[in-house]
């Protein structure tokens, strides 16, 4: 069994964090907090969320999975080619879809909102967010 444990960030007194909004599809809604330059599944981990993740962010796993609502979808550079050809690899995958090691906070995502999909939670992990 995997024991995810939260990190705090040390935010130093020119830091502002940014809005990120995690769902875990069961109704849970968590919001870390989201320093620019850091990838969104570097976040969600470090919030102590269970998501696998099983590569580390080096986009060759696809268990980052996430959907991000249309609102947003624009804001968010394009997936790159090696991203699609992960996201192909995972059944039932759409425009929705896309690998959240691949996505790094800038200003303009301040208030993102993502949902962690099932195929990419580790329901085995005991965590606790915060
Ligand atoms: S963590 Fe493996 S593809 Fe994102």
Excluded: Y
């Excluded at 599809?25 to 696998?52: S, T, Y």
């Excluded at 996201?87 to 200003?107: F, K, N, V």
């Amino acid at each position: 069994m995997q024991q995810n444990a939260p990190v705090a960030f040390e935010a130093g007194d020119d830091e502002q964090f940014l809005t990120l909004t995690v769902s875990l599809g069961d109704g849970g809604h968590f919001a870390p907090p989201a320093a620019v330059g850091f990838r969104v599944m570097e976040l969600i981990r470090m919030f102590g969320l269970p998501i696998k993740a099983e590569c580390g962010g080096a986009c060759v796993c696809s268990t980052c999975h996430v959907r991000v609502p249309e609102a947003w979808r624009a804001l968010l550079p394009p997936p790159s080619a090696e991203e699609l050809a992960k996201l192909d690899e995972i059944p039932g995958a759409d425009d929705t879809s896309r690998l959240s090691c691949q996505l790094i906070m800038t200003d303009a995502l301040d208030g993102l909102e993502v949902e962690v999909q099932p195929d990419s939670l580790n329901r085995e992990a005991s965590w606790a967010a915060g």
